[in-house]
């Protein structure tokens, strides 16, 4: 049924109802001076409700099968910048750069411009620390010098010149700070201080799973981790990247100061939801205030740690959500857990859909939705459903950097309207040589 032919059921079954409506007679008040005219005003407005009725009832069909909504090759405007495809690469840490100086590499500049010439609409770049001891592990990417602000601006230029927005996530550690990696070993373990590894900081003195207990950041600390977010953000501008995401997800530092369960502080950081929530608030109002104005800014969050009562949920996750948003933050990338160790996450495919859903529908902000989509039916019904403006594709993009061109394809998408670059468009899927 079309929307038209909604309304106009709506109005035909108002007019059949009116007629017996006026041939019943019932209606016509005693103290009507014109029964006849009353009668038809009657008669109008209860048609005007029927058609009302019908239109509320058509849009939400219509949002129901996802009819108007804007699908997954259609553009999206964040900020000052409009994104090709909705589509998007989340960040995942290569944990790669051997050297143990924070500075992308080759291999970097490949996979990052290898996804976008695959047809990401937006590539993120993983976790890239705000200060040494902000990475993961010693071999993470880092943004607080200028040497590595440098050595991105050819994957930010490139990734652009493929069609993609380059967007860098910035992040601080925390307790799960100086972890081990491929080129170092100590895999889930600290790496120990002599070997390149360095006490993790936390909001308090508490120990993630096996890690080393972390020293607890003081006000002052907390007051250079903001700053650090800041330049980081300024370098990232420099280096020519189109958008910023602020992880505070994961169990990272910004999450761990969000959770009652990791953050005991009973200063102003810690205790009330707004005392948890300050230094992400700070972050992002620190991070607005140094990059363009129309510059996209994200922040990732884990809408809840799956540890159940006395920890971080979706109720806490909204209020953030809003707050954000009043200060510039454009959209929530919305993922769960990883905050408390030891806890069960119920990963299947779409697990983490209806938190971007309620997000997005409950704090009136754009969100995306992650976590085992792999199909694109599968990707293109949370877009048409508006549990989502944008999908991330994250492990399926590790295996195969055209999954977007694939999608496109199995979509039945035509070749022009999918994001090929220019020089693949022979070869593009479906072609028979
Ligand atoms: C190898 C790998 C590294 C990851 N590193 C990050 C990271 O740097 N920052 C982040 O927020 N999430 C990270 N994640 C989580 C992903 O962004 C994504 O949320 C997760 O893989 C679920 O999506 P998927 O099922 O499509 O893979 C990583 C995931 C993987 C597999």
Known sequence: MTNDDAVTRGMAAGTRRGGRHASSGEGAGAAVDNPVAADSKGREKEQAARVRHAEREQAAAAQRSGAHAPGLFDPIDLGHERIRNRIW???????????QDGVPTDFHYQHYVSRALGGFGM???????????????????GLWNDTQAEAFRRIAADVRAAGALPVVQL????????????????????????E??????????????????????????IRGVVRDFASAAQRAVQAGFGGIEIHAAHGYLLSEFLDPISNQRTDDYGGSLDNRMRLTLEVSEAVRAVIPRGMPLLVRVSATDWAGDGGWDLAQTIELARAL???????IDVSTGQIVHGVHTPAKPNYQVPFSERIRSKALVPTTAVGLITKPKQAQ?????????????GRAGLRDPYWPLRAAYKLGLPTDRAPYPEQYVRAAFGTKR
């Not at 590539?123 to 990417?141: F, Q």
């Not at 992040?171 to 002599?194: A, D, M, Q």
């Open 381 to 393: 019904r949370i877009v048409k459903h508006e549990q989502a403006d944008a999908v991330e594709i």
């Open 196 to 221: 390149g590894g360095w006490r993790p900081e936390a909001p308090s003195p508490l120990a993630y799973g096996r890690m080393e207990e972390p020293t607890q950041l003081s006000v002052e600390d």
């Open 171 to 194: 992040n601080h550690s925390g307790r799960k700070g100086s972890s081990g990696c491929t080129p170092l070993g100590y895999i889930g373990r600290t790496v120990p201080e002599g």
């Open 325 to 331: 948003k009043a200060r510039g933050v454009d959209l």
């Open 123 to 141: 590539v993120i770049v993983e976790s890239t620390a705000v200060s040494p001891k902000g990475r993961i592990s010693p071999c993470d990417l």
């Open 89 to 99: 690469l989340p960040p995942m840490c290569m944990y790669s750069v051997a050297r």
